[in-house]
């Protein structure tokens, strides 16, 4: 036998083709728990009304230790026989979405239309409808399944829902799996080094207005992103500087007194993330002191570079699952609810559900079809961790 072949996986992997066929019949269970859970604004740290509703349906299915944490993480857990190991299954409850939105849904026939309906609405859809699709396939597990629906994950909540729950938990967690909408064949094993953050500049109250030309916070902080641009990146370990985004201003004769960059510094290294961001930080001095504006870093989010090697046999056995499913597997470093797991040195993957498109937009979308494979994908997983395949 290779070390590629286990009985068990083959077994499992020849099963496949059935639960695909069973997820389809699951179509309208889970675009309604989709739409439900969906069209709750959920921006970080205002989860609550998602989840409790979550919660709603946890019951409804019968699941026991149905609970909201201290920091509002919404948990259930489907109880093994017996088995010693507990698998989790993680999806961010929150969205980058401002409760001001319309949330309202649009399903056709091919795809889902909303806001954050890929990221990751139906990432808690697939949590709210997982255990309805494990009853119908009479698999009962060997060991405990924890669903945990995570808050404050994104942006300034840097996965503190997550990290809270693992922290305190008495369920000790042997495997992670990370269940992102998007995209089919994303398998995540490693995280990558990261630093999140806001420049902010900002022209003081006492500014001599009398000069002419007067300054502009725009320009100052078009000065600072020169310079940032300078950096001088190695190609070895890869890094980069992200600038995702830049706000501030009014109206066309307006001097702007306010003007924020949001950016993120990724990097294999953790020593470089460090190196880079000390750097961005003499920038920030160095133009404060060159001009009347403030301009100051905000570091909020960090993520430590680590994970498991390519040859783990839960990488192994979910690459040759996602590949049987005619689906080439996309391995690509994550800063997602992954990095909690690394930092607690737990076993864990990330997964994503289907395709999409327009990602953060008010028309983002999910391709319906692809979703049937992804559900198999995951409970395929499940299976081979509960069946001991993955240690």
């Known amino acids: 036998m290779t070390p590629f072949e ?34 709750i604004p959920a921006p970080t740290f205002n989860e609550e009304n998602r989840i409790r509703l979550l919660l709603d349906r946890f019951t409804e299915l019968g699941l026991s230790k149905t609970t909201i944490d201290e920091v509002g993480n919404g948990v259930a857990v489907i109880e093994g026989s017996g ?27 091919e795809e889902v239309v909303g806001p954050g309906v890929g990221d990751n609405s139906l990432g808690v859809a697939v949590l709210a409808t997982l255990p309805y699709i494990l009853e119908k396939m009479d698999y009962k597990p060997v060991n405990n399944i924890t669903l945990l629906a995570g ?30 909408g998007v995209r089919l064949g994303r398998l995540s094993h490693k995280g990558i080094g990261m630093l999140r953050g806001d420049i902010t500049c900002r022209i003081p109250e006492q500014y001599d207005w009398s000069r002419f030309g007067s300054s ?3 320009l100052t902080l078009n000065e600072v992103i020169n310079k940032i641009n300078d ?14 985004s830049i706000e501030g201003g009014n109206s066309y004769n307006t001097i702007t007194t306010y003007a924020r960059l949001k950016f993120e510094i990724r990097s294999e290294s953790a020593e470089l993330t460090r190196e880079i961001a000390d750097r961005i930080e003499e920038i920030t001095t160095e133009v404060t002191s060159g001009h009347s504006e403030d301009v100051e ?9 680590g994970g498991i090697p390519f040859s783990h046999p839960l990488v192994r056995s979910t690459r040759r699952i996602i590949e049987s499913l005619g689906v080439e597997p996309r391995l690509a470093p994550s800063t997602s609810e992954l990095a909690a797991f690394i930092d607690k040195g737990i076993p864990a993957v990330t997964l994503g559900i289907t395709d999409g498109v327009r990602a953060g937009d008010q028309q983002e979308s999910i391709q319906i079809e692809p979703i049937y494979k992804g559900l198999a994908q995951l409970i395929a997983t499940i299976k081979a961790i509960d069946g001991g395949v993955c240690e």
Request: glycine share 6%; aromatic share 4%; charged share 25%.
């Open 216 to 218: 502009s916070a725009i």
């Open 231 to 244: 950096i001088r990146l190695p190609k070895r370990p890869k890094s980069s500087v992200i600038m995702g």
């Open 6 to 39: 286990n009985p068990v996986l083959d077994t499992i992997i020849k099963e496949m083709p059935e639960i695909v066929e069973l997820n389809k019949g699951m179509r309208e269970i889970l675009l309604a728990n989709l739409a439900m859970l969906g069209e």
């Open 151 to 180: 808050t404050r994950s994104l942006g300034r909540g840097n996965l503190e829902g997550l990290r809270f729950f693992l922290e305190n938990s008495k369920l000790p967690v042997s495997y992670g799996v990370c269940v992102e």
């Open 83 to 109: 088995g010693e190991k507990n698998i989790m299954l993680v999806a961010h409850a929150d969205t980058i979405v401002p409760e001001t939105v319309n949330h309202t849904y649009t399903i056709n026939p």
């Open 297 to 305: 870093l905000d570091i909020f989010a960090r993520r430590e570079p």
